[in-house]
């Protein structure tokens, strides 16, 4: 499968705790993109790559958060001290460049109890 | 099996009909638009796209028509499928200072009745 993979799948976590999520885009889009879904909303945008270097961040993504693409390849979301409004789908996108398709990985979900 | 919209605009068509999905955008800037599916429990599964220099696109059973002058976008799926059963939304991109940022729209729970 070369489409875009997350990992895990799943999450449960008490609630302060951190979380990390990885994305794994399809090979050679040079760019990749973090969304988060909550029920019965469309995907919001969170934070964008070019390569390795973060070129965008929404307002919804608090200092809690942190998105890394060390090498340009695959990338990190970490929350922490997880609240419980935190709980949601967080979905993963890569592109081939600009105004180019973006493709979705299955997402992770997340509930925080 | 989980829900990934509660309270989305729904359709109803009969297995073999034609749908037609309607989405209204808000920027009239946007030069790039989106449809794309999403199953219960998936990630948003890309249809079909279209670009603001044209006006209508043409897929594998699906149609995608564009009025900017409306700001309007709409999907046409034909001969419904059960398999077509899903949440979709559309979505388009703006361009901020060079990053290309989608903005979704609310999204329609299509239900194909066999």
């Known amino acids: 499968d070369t489409g875009v993979s997350q990992d895990p799948r799943h999450k449960i976590t008490k609630r302060g705790q951190n979380v990390t999520f990885r994305c794994d885009p399809i090979s050679e889009h040079n760019r990749l993109y973090w969304y988060r879904q909550t029920l019965g909303q469309g995907p919001e945008f969170l934070t964008y790559?070019?390569?390795?270097?973060?070129?965008?961040k929404s307002r919804l993504l608090s200092d809690r958060f942190s998105a890394e693409r060390p090498k340009g390849s695959f990338s990190t979301l970490e929350i922490q001290r997880t609240e419980q409004g935190d709980s949601a789908m967080y979905l993963c996108?890569?592109?081939?460049?600009?105004?180019?398709?973006?493709?979705f990985g299955p997402g992770t979900r997340l509930l925080v109890l | 099996g989980e829900s990934v919209g509660l309270h989305l605009p729904t359709l109803s068509v009969q297995e073999g009909d034609n749908s037609i999905i309607n989405c209204a955008y808000s920027n009239s800037a946007s030069d790039y638009f989106i449809w794309y599916k999403q199953e219960s429990g998936k990630g948003p599964q890309f249809i079909i796209d279209?670009?603001?220099?044209?006006d209508k696109r043409q897929g594998q059973r699906v149609t995608v028509l564009l009025n900017k002058t409306v700001k309007h976008l709409s999907l046409q799926i034909a001969a419904t499928q059960p398999g077509d059963s899903a949440v979709y939304f559309c979505?388009?991109?703006?361009?901020?200072?060079?990053?290309?940022?989608?903005?979704f729209g609310q999204g329609t729970r299509l239900t194909i009745n066999p």
């Open positions: 790559f070019q390569n390795e270097a973060q070129l965008e």
């Open positions: 979505a388009e991109n703006l361009d901020v200072q060079g990053a290309q940022k989608l903005v």
């Open positions: 996108a890569s592109s081939r460049g600009l105004v180019e398709t973006q493709y």
């Open positions: 279209i670009r603001s220099n044209m």
